[in-house]
C-alpha cells in the first residue's frame, strides 16, 4: 500500500499542528511513527480499522489525538500542546491486519514518506 503524509511545519511551544495521511488501500491498520536523527522510530499512535480503538504513546496521551476517515481511506495526528521534544520526522504506518505489537515499527511493511515537525520558540 502507498501512503502519502502531509501536514508538518514549524510549530511554538504550546502550539498545534495537524497531520494527515492517506492510504491507497481501504482497510489497513494505520500509525504514526516518529524519528530523531540516530535514532529509532518511536510509536506515536495507533487506529484499528474500526476507529473503535487507538493506543497512544505515554508520552503524547491527552495531547495527540488520532481519528481516521475510512470512507476518504485517511488518518488525521491533532498534536496539541507540542513540546520541543515532540520535534522530529513523523511517519504514518500501514499493516494488513491488527497486530498485538502495533507499538513495534518493525510491524510495519509500509511506510509513507515522512513529514517534518518542529517546534521551536
Known amino acids: 500500500v502507498q501512503l502519502q503524509a502531509s501536514g508538518g511545519g514549524l510549530v511554538q511551544p504550546g502550539g498545534s499542528l495537524s497531520l494527515s495521511c492517506t492510504s491507497s488501500a481501504r482497510g489497513y491498520v494505520l500509525a504514526w511513527f516518529r524519528q530523531i536523527p540516530g535514532k529509532e522510530r518511536d510509536f506515536v499512535a495507533a487506529?484499528?480499522?474500526?476507529?473503535?480503538?487507538?493506543y497512544y504513546a505515554d508520552s503524547v496521551k491527552g495531547r495527540f489525538t488520532m481519528s481516521r476517515d475510512n470512507a476518504k481511506n485517511t488518518v488525521y495526528l491533532q498534536m496539541n500542546s507540542l513540546q520541543p521534544e515532540d520535534t522530529a520526522v513523523y511517519y504514518c504506518?500501514?499493516?494488513?491486519?491488527?497486530?498485538?505489537?502495533?507499538?513495534?515499527?518493525?510491524?510495519?511493511?509500509?511506510w509513507g514518506q515522512g513529514t517534518l515537525v518542529t517546534v521551536s520558540s
Open positions: 487506529i484499528r480499522t474500526d476507529a473503535g480503538t487507538k
Open positions: 504506518a500501514a499493516r494488513r491486519y491488527w497486530s498485538v505489537q502495533y507499538y513495534s515499527f518493525r510491524h510495519y511493511p509500509d
